[in-house]
């Protein structure tokens, strides 16, 4: 059975980092693109950023870029999402998902919840 | 970026009503279109992949259509338990918008 485990959210001040983690197990991790996904309160889905398999190739939405950074590490089966200077648009519910370019997001994490605010 | 719109935002419907949403891109995507369900503190679940492929596990009364631009989502016998958010969202280039919802009220 698939399953993704999301950790690592919290609160944090305007400016600060946080990194979150989605454990994946039940499939074969290396072979599948990774995503995150939020939804800020109140507000509809947001597409985050993808990783290939193998973490070669990352993607951003815009309002991310220069300041999130995705990664895998697949000898741990872990995603994680590096987010520095944040803002407090960036609160929201971020999910990891299993798929990406091409592919659904057909698997998703029960979500952590980022808040920035002083 | 592709622009994607929903329609209705909205809608109320009774048990046993047949139920289409509209989902139209900006331009045209093929089949790389997918559809899924969220409801309240609870992870999006996905219902539809590629257009018109039923996800694994999801009932058959629900069903999408579609190709290049226009796409539709169809309940055919709503149930108490569909209510919820409906999100379209496109997988054929970055980055992978979403639609704005349409929020489903059973009535």
């Known amino acids: 059975e698939v399953e993704l485990l999301d950790s690592g959210g919290g609160l944090v001040q305007p400016g600060g980092s946080l990194r979150l983690s989605c454990a994946g197990s039940g499939f074969t991790f290396s072979s599948f693109d990774m995503s995150w996904v939020r939804q800020a309160p109140g507000k509809g889905l947001e597409w985050v950023s993808s990783?290939?398999?193998?973490?070669?190739?990352?993607y951003y939405a815009d309002s991310v870029k220069g300041r999130f950074t995705i990664s895998r590490d697949n000898s741990k089966n872990t995603l994680y999402l590096q987010m520095n200077s944040l803002r407090a648009e960036d609160t929201a519910v971020y999910y990891c998902?299993?798929?990406?370019?091409?592919?659904?997001?057909?698997?998703w994490g029960q979500g952590t919840l980022v808040t920035v605010s002083s | 970026d592709i622009q994607m719109t929903q329609s209705p935002s909205s809608l109320s419907a009774s048990v046993g009503d047949r139920v289409t949403i509209t989902c139209r891109t900006s331009?045209?995507?093929?089949?790389?279109l997918n559809w899924y369900q969220k409801k309240p503190g609870k992870a999006p679940y996905l219902l539809i992949y590629?257009?018109?492929s039923l996800q694994s596990g999801v009932p058959s009364r629900f069903s999408g259509g579609g190709s290049g631009t226009d796409f539709t989502l169809t309940i055919s016998s709503l149930q108490p338990e569909d209510f919820g958010t409906y999100y379209c969202q496109q997988s054929y280039s970055t980055p992978f918008t979403f639609g704005q919802g349409t929020k489903l009220e059973i009535k």
């Open positions: 331009q045209s995507i093929s089949i790389y």
């Open positions: 990783i290939t398999g193998s973490g070669g190739s990352t």
């Open positions: 998902a299993k798929g990406g370019d091409s592919w659904p997001f057909d698997y």
């Open positions: 590629a257009a018109s």
